[in-house]
């Protein structure tokens, strides 16, 4: 069955970075859009990013752009997440979710077109 474990969550200073992994297993890896998603407390689960098999890029919110970087090695079956000055309003925990797509495609910012996601990663950042 599919599988998708995140790592690479903790607790940094505002201005600090971190980068997050997300392996997948049980699918084929290459054709499936991956895209990360982020719960803040008290608050609904939002999109970060998503990258198409091709490597097609969208970032989800304008508060990221600039600061978070979105890439895949299909090789290792591998999603990353590289945040870097990170700021308090970041913190949250973040989730990996993948679906099949026939092409690199637009509107996968929401998170009810994915049925296949991790168990989550915390990322908490202190002022």
């Keep these: ?8 969550g903790g607790s940094v200073q505002a201005g600090g970075s971190l980068r997050l992994s997300c392996v997948g297993s049980g699918y084929m890896y290459s ?7 982020r ?7 939002e999109g970060v990013a998503y990258i198409g098999p091709n490597g097609g890029i969208t970032y989800c919110t304008d508060s990221v752009k600039g600061r978070f970087t979105i890439s895949r090695d299909n090789a290792k079956n591998t ?16 989730y990996c ?12 910012c929401d998170p009810g077109r994915f049925a296949y996601w991790g168990q989550g990663t915390q990322v908490t950042v202190s002022s």
Excluded at 79 to 94: G, H
């Design 31 to 37: 054709r499936h859009l991956m895209a990360w998603f």
């Design 97 to 108: 979710a993948t679906r099949f797509v026939l092409a690199d495609s637009l509107g996968y």
């Design 39 to 45: 719960q803040p407390p008290g608050k609904e689960r």
């Design 79 to 94: 999603l990353y997440l590289q945040m870097n000055s990170l700021q308090p309003e970041d913190t949250a925990m973040y």
């Design 1 to 8: 069955q599919v599988q998708l474990v995140e790592s690479g």
